[in-house]
Nanobody
């Protein structure tokens, strides 16, 4: 069982930055690929970024490439999402998820464990 707790959300002006963190319980964090998803009001949850167990392999949704960076510190059981050049359309609840595989995936259905989410609001 893995428990995930996100933090770092908040209100920021367009063009600003935020760094989200996701702390995981458990002893074998490096055995899990991690990902960030987001859900805006009235929309389906969508993929943002994913990172493999070692941290070497990452994938991003097209709409965040060049603006967001996913990283992880396995010694701290934590995954991060650095978000720069934020836009109002980035407003959503951001959730981290863990997959029982070291291979990253963009598919929501392949993730077993989910955090509660953290709200990110970008004002224009």
């Amino acid at each position: 069982q893995v428990q995930l707790v996100e933090s770092g959300g908040g209100l920021v002006q367009a063009g600003g930055s935020l760094r989200l963190s996701c702390a995981a319980s458990g002893r074998t964090f490096s055995n899990y690929a991690m990902a960030w998803f987001r859900q805006a009001p009235g929309k389906e949850r969508e993929f943002v970024a994913t990172i493999g167990g070692s941290g070497w392999t990452v994938y991003y949704a097209d709409f965040v490439k060049g603006r967001f960076t996913i990283s992880r510190e396995n010694t701290k059981n934590t995954v991060y999402l650095q978000m720069n050049s934020l836009k109002p359309e980035d407003t959503a609840v951001y959730s981290c998820a863990a997959r029982r595989s070291i291979i990253p995936s963009e598919r929501l259905t392949e993730y077993t464990y989910w955090g509660q989410g953290t709200q990110v609001t970008v004002s224009s």
